[in-house]
């Protein structure tokens, strides 16, 4: 497992951008897929995006798809959530995760290594 620490997030008017960032302590970085998932107050746990190891591949869930991009850069141990056109619905709290499984998941079961998180508010 892997030690993630998110950062980034805060209050935002809807509309508007943020980006959060996800440090990881490990030698190993590139060993793992990376994933973004987020949590609204009493609701479930969703996958908002992830991205491969090298990070020439990306996929997203379809609530974001073309308002999110995923990132990462290996050399700095980081991966990175860029949202745009940020929505009250985007509000809640995200996590960073990583999994040494196949590219593809979108199950938190499938991801062992988990931030703490960063909470993110969207204004109307």
């Known amino acids: 497992q892997v030690q993630l620490v998110e950062s980034g997030g805060g209050l935002v008017q809807a509309g508007g951008s943020l980006r959060l960032s996800c440090a990881a302590s490990t030698r190993t970085f590139s060993n793992y897929v990376m994933g973004w998932f987020r949590q609204a107050p009493g609701k479930e746990r969703e996958f908002v995006g992830g991205i491969s190891l090298s990070g020439m591949n990306t996929y997203y869930a379809d609530s974001v798809k073309g308002r999110f991009t995923v990132s990462r850069d290996n050399a700095k141990n980081t991966v990175a959530l860029q949202m745009n056109r940020l929505k009250p619905e985007d509000t809640a709290r995200y996590y960073c995760?990583?999994?040494?499984?196949?590219?593809?998941?979108?199950?938190?079961?499938?991801?062992?290594?988990w931030g703490q998180g960063t909470q993110v508010t969207v204004s109307s």
């Open positions: 995760a990583g999994t040494g499984r196949r590219y593809g998941s979108t199950s938190g079961g499938d991801f062992g290594s």
